[in-house]
């Protein structure tokens, strides 16, 4: 294994002190990574021209604006923070995103998908991930502990920006987590990858949705944040309250008011679930 350089270790550890996610972390190196390579030169050796000659490059690729606008929040940390360059909060700029509305499947094209999904470990996770509303790093970090029948919530650890929270048990997802875990029977983590002692990854999921979008035919891209956006408007559309429906997905921009919009867990518990609306079932056929 190659060694980590002194630059690496400190962008590290300035994201750490930060309580910077680890896919935070991961994603903010990578990017800096990759456009070390690009100009075959030590990052620390470039400008903030050269970053604007990446971003460019990377326009020029036809990359998302969102991919792009990550790509400058992580070199907006390294020259800003790491390296001390406080100029580059100003000078590394972040591109308006288009505003586009969120691809959304109907209640019959969610059991057509999940219908569709290969292997119990990855149906029952993508099931947990409309279920619950989980994000897809949420939903492979899930705990076999973080499932509380008792009063039917889910513990979300380290959610985005690192806040943990609840979110509702369905009765129904809980029948198939149970018949999950009685064929499966996960030990620590709740879908565990190949090796056992690690989650399945989020490649691995989101693999496991483009297989199972082909095969139900839907015509549209699913990722398992699609699942969120379906969750979210299912339960729009049934007459949930919007600051409920904030709270289960854990939205950051509710910082400033979260404290008068969080519910106790009683009332997130008494929250049906989408999922309990639909029949389905979470062992794939022979």
Not at 52 to 68: K, P
Not at 122 to 144: F, H, I, P, Q, S
Not at 206 to 233: I, M, N, W, Y
Request: net charge positive.
């Amino acid at each position: 294994m190659a060694q980590m350089t002194p630059l690496r270790r400190r962008m590290i550890d300035d994201m750490t002190v930060r309580n910077l996610s680890p896919a935070t972390q991961q994603s903010y190196v990578y990017a800096v990574a990759k456009f070390s390579r690009f100009f075959s030169c030590p990052p620390d050796r470039l400008g903030i021209e050269e970053v604007r000659a990446y971003q460019l490059h990377l326009a020029g690729l036809g990359w998302s604006w969102s991919h792009i606008n990550q790509v400058s929040c992580a070199l907006r940390f390294f020259f800003g923070v790491t390296l001390g360059r406080p100029e580059a909060f100003d000078r590394i700029i972040s591109a308006k995103e288009p505003k586009k509305l969120p691809v959304v499947l109907s209640g019959e094209e969610i059991v057509r998908f999940l219908q569709a999904v290969p292997g119990l470990r990855n149906r029952a996770a993508l099931t947990t991930a409309y279920g619950a509303g989980l994000r897809v790093c949420e939903v492979a970090a899930l705990k076999v502990g973080d499932i509380d029948s008792s009063r039917m919530v889910i513990r979300v650890e380290h959610g985005k920006g690192g806040k943990d929270r609840y979110v509702m048990l369905s009765p129904q997802l809980l029948g198939i987590l149970r018949a999950y875990w009685r064929l499966a029977k996960p030990a620590a983590w709740l879908f565990p990858g190949r090796q056992g002692d690690r989650p399945v990854s989020t490649a691995t999921l989101q693999a496991a949705c483009r297989v199972a979008a082909r095969e139900a035919d839907l015509g549209k891209p699913v990722t398992v944040h699609t699942l969120r956006h379906s969750f979210a408007t299912h339960l729009l559309e049934a007459g949930t309250d919007i600051r409920i429906i904030q709270v289960l997905l854990g939205h950051g921009r509710l910082a400033t008011t979260a404290i008068y919009t969080r519910v106790a867990t009683s009332v997130i518990a008494g929250t049906p679930s989408p999922l309990d609306r639909l029949y389905l079932s979470v062992t794939p056929p022979a």
